[in-house]
């Protein structure tokens, strides 16, 4: 009896910590998708002007941590989900029911019996969140050392790569009606050296004169 019911108070105590560990790397996980997904737009200004070449193998590695970030959620959390895990407990029918122990030592066997089923049935289980809790928390490894990755490559890519410098293409540039001033006939008369002065553009003959005040 005291050998089974020590094994049954350790199945729950792991039991016990396999959850909080998974809450926590749910808890964690999540801060930290939330933080990268932050990277988004400023990925986009870093990537303008970059070669295809760097851009893709870049973006690829981002999406391959985000996914391992979101794994880790996904291991942790199916843990947390109660309703997929039936645990075998204790009734008030093993003393109501019409062929229950009329002895102490009846009663005893027919609760070893109890704990042993138990001890049986809930081992599995605590095994699968086990593996769960292994799982997201390798997720979460791979996916935090590939940030580390991925800053450093980041870093590399500003210094190293030349970015490429935007050409602005004007299309129908004949069709523009805006007046360009030609600069090689203005001609400025009547300049004093003042103060202030008052600017204004001759239209017909094409000039500007300068009158001070």
Do not use: W
């Amino acid at each position: 009896m005291t050998y089974l019911k020590e094994i049954d108070n350790y199945q729950k105590d792991r039991r016990i910590t396999i959850e909080n560990k998974n809450s926590q790397l749910v808890g964690q996980a999540s801060i930290v998708v939330s933080i990268f997904s932050l990277f988004i737009p400023l990925l986009f200004d870093t990537f303008n002007g970059i070669a295809l070449c760097f851009k893709i193998p870049l973006t690829i590695i981002f999406l391959f941590i985000l996914f391992h970030y979101l794994l880790s959620i996904f291991h942790a959390i199916k843990t947390l989900k109660i309703d997929r895990y039936k645990y075998a407990t204790r009734k008030t029918s093993t003393i109501t029911k019409n062929k229950r122990a009329n002895n102490e030592l009846e009663f005893l066997n027919e609760e070893i019996n109890d704990l042993i089923y138990t001890v049986n049935q809930t081992a599995p289980i605590d095994n699968i969140k086990g593996e769960n809790l292994i799982l997201g928390a390798r997720c979460f490894e791979i996916a935090n050392f590939g940030f580390g990755f991925f800053t450093i490559l980041i870093i590399l890519t500003t210094f190293l790569v030349k970015r490429e410098t935007p050409k602005v293409q004007i299309s129908n540039f004949r069709d523009l009606h805006d007046s360009i001033s030609d600069t090689f006939n203005t001609r400025i008369t009547h300049l004093n050296v003042t103060d202030t002065l008052i600017i204004q553009k001759d239209s017909l003959n094409n000039k500007i004169i300068l009158v001070s005040k």
